[in-house]
């Protein structure tokens, strides 16, 4: 289940509140940020925090226009929400506030390191990608 948390308009809110987070265990390829507009914080640049903004390119707006769709029902769609907790989410971004989500990625990376020579301790470091034991496409 994700963790949606609320934050007003502002730079430093949003960076406290990413602090909050990664103090309570999240990684940050664990967090996101949505938006209305492209965000433009130094900080974040070379983070692994996703950053989402509803507005998209050019194309998408005119794709949307003619779907009918907005974005950030788009956007919200990919989260488990009742339709009520989506319009909420949906009211906040439009008032400019930033929506930070935090999921903690419980799947199972075992089969990458059973699969992949890189991972064999026994193994010298020069391998191919020939040499994985996983499946070939």
Known sequence: MSDFTIVENSEDALLKTIRTKLSEGYKESELS??????????????????????????????????????????????????????ERYKKEILDHKYIVIATKDTSSHEEVEEANAAYDPNEELNHYAEESRGPKS
Request: hydrophobic share 35%.
């Open 33 to 86: 940020v949505v938006s209305k507009s492209k965000l433009h914080i130094e900080e974040l640049n070379d983070s692994e925090v996703s950053l989402t903004s509803t507005s998209g390119t050019f194309s998408d707006k005119i794709a949307r226009l003619l779907v009918g769709e907005d974005g950030e029902d788009i956007v919200l769609s990919y989260f488990n929400l009742s339709e009520s907790d989506k």
